[in-house]
C-alpha cells in the first residue's frame, strides 16, 4: 500500500456526508502531525478534489469528485440497462424508484427516477444510505454472506425510531426476503417515507444489484399489484443483464 495514496483516501472519507473540517480535526481523525496533514490537503486541493471554506480554515469535498463518480456510474452495465425500465416503473406505479448496489459496506444509489408528478424532487443518484435501514440494504444483505457479515460485525446506527438496531432480528429477515425475492422498510431510514425493493441478478445467477420503490409512509402497505409491478422490472432488467431465470436461487 502506497502511504501517501492511503492518508489521501482517508482524508476524502473524513470529508464524505458534506462534512466540513479543519486541519486540526483531519490530523486528529488520521493521528497525523498537522503539518503532514495540510501538505495532503493541499495537494487534494490543487486537483479539485477538496476545497477551502471562502470564509474559513475548514475544508470540504470538491467538484472533481462528482466528476469522476459521474464517470464511475456511466461505466455500470446495470445502470444503463435498467433506467428504461425504472422510468417505466415510476410511471406505473406513480412512485420514485431507486437503484442501489453494495459500496464498502453500505448502499450507493446509482440511478434515481423520480415521482412522475412534477413536484420539486431532490435528486439522489451518487447518494450512500445505511444498509441496515433500506429495502435496497436488506436485499443486498440477504443475498451476501460477506456483505452481512460485514455490517452486522459493527453497531447499527439509529436513523429513526423504527430502526433495526438489532442483528438478529435484521437477520431473522433475510429468510423471508429470499422467500419472495422483496424486502420492505418502513419509516426505518427517513420518518414519513418507506420502500420496498426486489434484487437483480446477472448473467452468472449473481445478485448485483437492487431496485426499488420510495412509498410514502401514509401509503403503506402498498397495495399487491404495486409488488408485481416491482417484481416484474427486477426481472426484466436481470434479463437484460444476461440472466435465465429470475428470482435468485438460494
Same mark, same amino acid.
Given at each position: 500500500m502506497i502511504q501517501s495514496i492511503d492518508r489521501a483516501a482517508k482524508i476524502l472519507a473524513l470529508l464524505q456526508g458534506a462534512r466540513r473540517l479543519g486541519?486540526?480535526?483531519?490530523?486528529?481523525?488520521?493521528?497525523?502531525?498537522?503539518?503532514t496533514v495540510h501538505g495532503i490537503v493541499k495537494? &487534494?486541493?490543487?486537483?479539485g478534489l477538496v476545497v477551502q471554506e471562502a470564509v474559513g480554515n475548514r475544508y470540504?469535498?470538491?467538484? *472533481?469528485?462528482? =466528476?469522476?463518480?459521474?464517470?464511475?456510474?456511466?461505466?455500470?452495465?446495470?445502470?444503463?440497462r435498467a433506467m428504461r425500465w425504472m422510468h417505466e416503473l415510476?410511471?406505473?406505479?406513480?412512485?420514485?424508484?431507486? &437503484?442501489?448496489?453494495?459500496?464498502?459496506?453500505?448502499?450507493?444509489?446509482?440511478h434515481h427516477d423520480r415521482r412522475p408528478d412534477d413536484t420539486e424532487q431532490m435528486p439522489e443518484t451518487g447518494l450512500t444510505i445505511p444498509s441496515h435501514a433500506s429495502a435496497i440494504g436488506k436485499v443486498l444483505l440477504a443475498y451476501s454472506d460477506?456483505?452481512?457479515?460485514?455490517? @452486522?460485525?459493527?453497531? &447499527?446506527?439509529?436513523?429513526?425510531?423504527?430502526? &433495526?438496531?438489532?442483528?438478529? =432480528? @435484521?437477520?431473522?429477515?433475510?429468510?423471508?426476503?429470499?422467500?419472495?425475492?422483496?424486502?420492505t422498510e418502513?419509516?426505518?431510514?427517513?420518518?414519513?417515507?418507506?420502500?420496498?425493493?426486489?434484487?437483480i441478478i446477472d448473467?452468472?445467477?449473481?445478485?448485483?444489484? *437492487?431496485?426499488?420503490?420510495?412509498?410514502?409512509?401514509?401509503e403503506w402497505p402498498p397495495a399487491d399489484a404495486t409488488a408485481n409491478i416491482l417484481r416484474e422490472t427486477a426481472r426484466n432488467i436481470s434479463r437484460e443483464l444476461g440472466a435465465r431465470s429470475w428470482p435468485p436461487s438460494v
Open positions: 486541519i486540526g480535526e483531519l490530523a486528529a481523525g488520521l493521528q497525523l502531525p498537522p503539518s495537494s &487534494l486541493q490543487a486537483h470540504m469535498l470538491g467538484p *472533481a469528485l462528482l =466528476k469522476l463518480s459521474s464517470v464511475y456510474l456511466d461505466t455500470l452495465d446495470v445502470r444503463a415510476s410511471r406505473r406505479t406513480g412512485l420514485a424508484s431507486r &437503484l442501489g448496489v453494495e459500496s464498502f459496506g453500505e448502499v450507493i444509489l446509482i460477506e456483505h452481512a457479515a460485514d455490517v @452486522l460485525a459493527r453497531p &447499527l446506527r439509529n436513523l429513526t425510531a423504527d430502526t &433495526l438496531t438489532d442483528p438478529d =432480528k @435484521l437477520r431473522s429477515e433475510f429468510p423471508l426476503i429470499r422467500r419472495d425475492a422483496l424486502a418502513n419509516e426505518e431510514a427517513v420518518i414519513g417515507e418507506s420502500s420496498m425493493a426486489a434484487p448473467g452468472h445467477g449473481e445478485v448485483v444489484a *437492487a431496485v426499488a420503490i420510495v412509498i410514502p409512509a401514509n
